[in-house]
């Protein structure tokens, strides 16, 4: 990959493009995703000359460590310190104790020989937090640790998972860096120790908004991979007769296992999920860019906003898509548990980001501040100050009462009646938030509240980036012809998330009555049906091949079993030295004791 980036003379945007398209679990990963992103948000116009372009040269291999041994989520808490060194003009890069440790660090295992530090800034024995320094880890002569470093791997990870990525370790005592590899395109550290902060004290967050955009997408498109494999599979699976047959001599072809109910009701709204965060991820990643352009000239004012809104998206498409990929894997039926079917290696990498870049309970409590933020300004009388918290205008009507449906089978359908739902549902609990914390509960005691303000909030969100979708392609020329379809799936997302996902609230805050629910499910089938009958379609538009889906029961010429065979007939235990390995150690228990005579008996 590095030979053809240098062959064809690549451009950030175009290498970036084809790293995600190959999906390489390798140790430079976070190289790409992590280290040289946050040099060039994060530093100055000459430490990025300085360290980007040596990135970029592969001159030296980073990694962005910030999670320790005893501190994950809670930045501020982090143990490695930075303390200035006047005389020297030096940061002393300092691991406490064990729990300062770094861990977890993608690529630091073996490859790294540079990493991007958060570490406590200590100026004459004052704490100024959390800053990044560009700390030497491993000599790029010889890769042997720098002075002052205990670095390593940690060892295998659950499932199997990331099993190609080298996860590492890093102990700092007292290593000494120069006052200019702290990373100062915000925050300052001059010659004689003088601070000056930031506009923002959480621009250095843009980071890690960064990496939790990067993450609602990679959860849109590990998502469609599962769907198109099962999806696939499930069409060329045949099982049983569809209706029942009871007689012994039918010589009719069994139903396709995709033609059931039961089958079609737990893939299709998965589909229309991954549809969804995938447009979803678009208008995150314009918000995002459009942050970081503000940045530029120090203008932080949008960034609350994307703080939240990548919150409530990472920790929503992350337990959604995972969720899903192992729904993928059961409506499979038992080959669905083979490695072979590709939806187990999909959930085993895919699975941590439920808790790596913020565990999402502790990220849905900032999505409930900044929310109860905004509902100040409503109890004011003034309006809210970002877009996307909107719907908290809805709550000066005054009105508890649930959405008055004339025709639920029609009305439902309307984006405006859709969005107006998702969003009195979202003021409703956000309102409640409000009462719960000023009734006099403690803030750690409301985390399920935030957890479900959170995700009401991130469902808005995509209901309200799908309408914006469906919009757009219709007044698209090019795109106008697919706008009903993508509408199927805007729907199928709206009216599984209203009838079944996200149900209990959407009755537990009298957003809709239950007297209604009988005709929105007749909608919701019919909507089933509309998005099934294209499914095959629809999963061929994400436009993966084989070799993406490294999968032998979803390939796309449909030859499932015989690609199950051939995968089985080239397992190592089959024949070779595994094969003679094993047979040997069957025959020694085989053959123990006296065991000939009972041998003999029992031959055929």
């Not at 970036?16 to 430079?28: A, G, K, Q, S, V």
């Not at 439920?354 to 509902?375: H, M, P």
Request: proline letters at 4%.
């Amino acid at each position: 990959m590095i030979e053809l980036t240098e062959e064809r003379n690549m451009n950030d945007e175009q290498f970036t493009d084809l790293f995600r398209h190959i999906e390489m679990l390798t140790p430079l990963a976070l190289h790409y995703t992590g280290f040289m992103p946050v040099i060039k948000s994060q530093g100055s116009t000459e430490q990025a000359n300085k360290w980007y372009t040596a990135a970029r040269r592969h001159a030296i291999i980073g990694c962005y460590a910030q999670t320790e041994l005893g501190h994950g989520s809670n930045v501020m808490g982090l143990n490695t310190v930075a303390v200035f060194d006047q005389k020297s003009d030096e940061f002393v890069i300092h691991s406490p104790d064990i729990t300062a440790a770094k861990w977890w660090i993608g690529g630091l295992g073996v490859a790294c020989t540079h990493a991007v530090v958060q570490a406590q800034l200590i100026i004459n024995d004052k704490s100024f937090g959390p800053h990044l320094f560009i700390v030497p880890v491993r000599s790029p002569f010889d890769l042997k640790p720098c002075r002052g470093i205990t670095v390593g791997d940690i060892g295998p990870k659950a499932y199997g998972g990331f099993a190609t990525t080298d996860n590492g370790f890093a102990l700092f005592d007292h290593v000494r860096i120069p006052r200019d590899n702290m990373l100062m395109r915000f925050a300052k550290v001059s010659r004689d120790g003088e601070y000056t902060p930031p506009v923002h004290m959480k621009l250095s967050y843009g980071s890690m908004v960064k990496l939790r955009v990067d993450i609602v997408t990679d959860a849109g498109w590990k998502l469609a991979k599962a769907t198109t494999i099962a999806i696939r599979y499930c069409t060329v699976r045949r099982q049983f007769h569809n209706p029942p047959s009871f007689k012994l001599d039918d010589n009719r072809l069994e139903s396709q296992v995709i033609s059931y109910s039961s089958v079609q009701h737990r893939l299709m709204p998965l589909l229309s999920t991954a549809y969804s965060l995938l447009v979803t991820g678009e208008y995150l990643y314009t918000q995002f860019h459009t942050l970081m352009d503000q940045l530029e000239g120090n203008n932080a004012d949008t960034l609350p906003e994307v703080h939240a809104s990548s919150c409530a998206l990472k920790t929503w498409s992350t337990r959604r898509a995972t969720d899903g990929i192992e729904e993928c894997r059961k409506a499979m039926g038992g080959h669905g548990y083979s490695i072979f079917s590709g939806v187990s290696e999909l959930f085993a990498n895919f699975v941590p980001a439920n808790t790596y870049e913020g565990d999402n309970y502790v990220l849905a409590q900032q999505v409930g501040r900044f929310l109860l933020k905004q509902l100040q300004n409503v109890i004011k009388g003034k309006q809210v100050t970002y877009s996307t918290a909107e719907y908290l205008n809805t709550l000066a009507e005054g009105t508890t009462e649930p959405f008055e449906f004339n025709n639920p089978n029609e009305q439902i359908l309307d984006p405006n009646v859709q969005l107006k739902i998702f969003g009195m549902r979202s003021a409703r609990l956000v309102a409640d938030l409000g009462q719960q914390l000023q009734s006099g509960r403690e803030w750690s005691d409301l985390n399920m509240e935030c957890w479900a303000v959170n995700l009401a909030h991130a469902e808005y969100l995509i209901m309200k980036s799908m309408i914006r979708k469906v919009e757009n392609m219709r007044a698209s020329p090019e795109h106008a012809s697919l706008a009903d379809t993508m509408k199927n799936i805007s729907d199928l997302f709206c009216l599984s998330t209203l009838g079944y996902s996200s149900l209990a609230t959407f009755l537990s805050t009298s957003t809709i009555h239950p007297s209604d629910l009988a005709r929105l499910n007749e909608q919701y089938r019919a909507t089933i049906s509309k998005v099934a009958d294209n499914a095959i379609a629809l999963t061929d538009s994400f436009g993966f091949t084989d070799h993406e889906l490294n999968t032998a029961l979803g390939k796309k010429d449909g030859r499932a079993y015989e690609h199950l065979w051939d995968a089985a007939q080239k397992n190592p235990i089959n024949h070779g030295e595994e094969n003679a390995k094993l047979t040997k150690l069957v025959l020694n228990i085989l053959h123990s004791g006296n065991n000939l005579d009972y041998i003999k008996a029992s031959k055929l």
